[in-house]
């Protein structure tokens, strides 16, 4: 059975940082494309992040490049999101997803980030 | 990266169909066939029920289809079951990232 379990949120303020973590389990995390989908209270979904299986090529949606990094930790089946310069638009729950012939298959519980002063 | 559109909600009784639109451009939705569906209830994550445009995941009931036609992707959920009410969520691959839709509540009368 597929596992995700993320970690890391909190409360931070404005321009803060936080490291999110999901740790995965019950597939061979090493042959999957990973990403982070966000949702923001009473609102959408939202891609945030992908990294790719293979080579590690990492994709950013407009709104967090340049301020969040997706990196993958093989060895250790975990997932990172390394989330910087945070605004109080970044507060949402961040779902760790894995990806299947262009969708996600799997979703963790998420891990809730509110940006708050 | 402009949000797919999505109606807000959408309504059938039991036993009927209900049918959710998910409209984007040639950039995404009509450039690709990588559309998929996802079913979403209060509190919960997410459930994946459509990819590549028409498939099921193993265990999504044959009363769940997609199509598509140009720039606008389409789920059909057949025979309502009260279970079915949830939000709906269409996204699609746009080259180097994936887009969302603006998201649909659907009721069962």
């Known amino acids: 059975e597929v596992q995700l379990l993320e970690s890391g949120g909190g409360l931070v303020q404005p321009g803060g940082s936080l490291r999110l973590s999901c740790a995965a389990s019950?597939?061979?995390?090493?042959?999957?494309?990973m990403a982070w989908v966000r949702q923001a209270p009473g609102k959408g979904l939202e891609w945030v992040s992908s990294i790719a299986s293979g080579d590690g090529s990492t994709y950013y949606a407009d709104s967090v490049r340049g301020r969040f990094t997706i990196s993958r930790d093989n060895p250790r089946n975990t997932l990172y999101l390394q989330v910087n310069s945070l605004r109080v638009e970044d507060t949402a729950l961040y779902y760790c997803?894995?990806?299947?012939?262009?969708?996600?298959?799997?979703w963790g519980q998420g891990t809730l980030v509110t940006v708050s002063s | 990266q402009s949000a797919l559109t999505q109606p807000p909600s959408a309504s059938g009784s039991l036993g009927q169909s209900v049918t959710i639109s998910c409209t984007g451009t040639?950039?995404?939705?009509?450039?690709?066939?990588?559309v998929s569906w996802y079913q979403q209830h209060p509190g919960k994550a997410p459930k994946l029920v459509i990819y590549e445009v028409t498939k099921r995941p193993s265990g999504v009931p044959d009363r769940f289809s997609g199509s598509k036609s140009g720039n606008t992707a389409s789920l059909t959920v057949s025979g309502l079951q009260a279970e079915d009410e949830a939000d709906y969520h269409c996204s699609s691959h746009a080259g180097s990232s994936n887009v969302f839709g603006t998201g649909t509540k659907v009721t069962v009368l």
């Open positions: 019950g597939f061979t995390f090493s042959n999957y494309a």
């Open positions: 997803v894995k990806g299947i012939r262009g969708a996600y298959g799997d």
């Open positions: 040639s950039s995404d939705v009509g450039g690709y066939n990588y």
